[in-house]
């Protein structure tokens, strides 16, 4: 069954435009937990705009204690700056079960584009290889069709996380045949190198389900905005019971 990973950092972001500690983001990761989800995943930005480092390292506690996974989001290139100690150092700290490199800039809103696998993979290499050392499994973040894909496998990634915004925007305009065939055509390209196959973004309880049944072995999907959006007409709990119910309908 594919595993169900929430991201919290919504509920960060609506605690941090007030100050305080409302909501409380181990509160509702201890919610997501006791509905059926099976892990937690956070993306601490450099800039510190919803999850925090201190977050980070209640939720490695947590997640340890309950027997779940944690997945750790970010760009390893980033660099540290006062209240955010760089990626690789956080991970040193709260050894995620998971690591999923993004290549995100500070400026970008959200993750929209995957790794470039094309040109000096040296660097990134290095970070696997650091990160696998910690005892983390390693996923790269990658768009639907990305040539050279298989390089992945190379750099001593264990997964890739299939970039899933362009798959819901062709959802929601009616036409998701073309993206769901690029996403199934990445899917197997990665697991024929050995690869496992995670997705995530703009991941919602309409375009779950027809995702799930078209790309084959999904092992993880992340879903946070829609998830946490949803809650606030049905509660948290009864949403993720909801996410939960659409990933056991799945194909194994």
Do not use: W
């Not at 595993?3 to 909501?23: D, F």
């Not at 540290?80 to 709260?94: E, I, K, T, V």
């Not at 959200?110 to 790794?115: K, L, N, R, V």
């Not at 879903?223 to 939960?244: D, F, K, N, Q, S």
């Amino acid at each position: 069954m594919t595993a169900l990973s929430v991201n919290l950092n919504k509920v960060a972001v609506l605690r941090n435009s007030r100050g305080g500690r409302e909501p409380d983001v181990l509160r509702a990761a201890r919610t997501c937990l006791a509905a059926g989800a099976h892990g937690l995943t956070v993306h601490p930005r450099p800039d510190a705009r919803h999850i925090r480092a201190d977050d980070v390292l209640a939720l490695a506690a947590l997640t340890r204690q309950a027997g779940v996974e944690f997945n750790l989001e970010g760009n390893p290139f980033a660099p540290p700056r006062p209240g955010y100690p760089g990626f690789l150092a956080l991970c040193a700290q709260a050894r995620p079960a998971q690591a999923t490199l993004v290549p995100d800039s500070d400026a970008q809103l959200t993750s929209d584009h995957g790794f470039d696998f094309s040109g000096e993979l040296g660097p990134l290499r290095e970070h696997i290889a650091a990160l696998k050392a910690l005892g983390c499994r390693v996923s790269l973040f990658v768009d639907a069709g990305a040539p050279q894909l298989e390089r992945a496998a190379a750099l001593g990634a264990d997964r890739i996380e299939i970039y899933t915004g362009p798959y819901a925007e062709a959802f929601a305009a009616g036409t998701p045949a073309a993206e769901l065939a690029r996403c199934a055509e990445t899917a197997r390209r990665a697991q024929a190198v050995g690869l496992g196959v995670n997705a995530g973004h703009d991941l919602n309880q309409a375009n779950l389900g027809p995702f799930l049944h078209a790309v084959p072995g999904v092992l993880e999907v992340s879903i946070g905005h829609a998830l946490i959006g949803e809650a606030l007409y049905a509660g948290l709990a009864a949403t993720v019971a909801a996410y939960r119910r659409i990933v056991e309908a799945a194909p194994a």
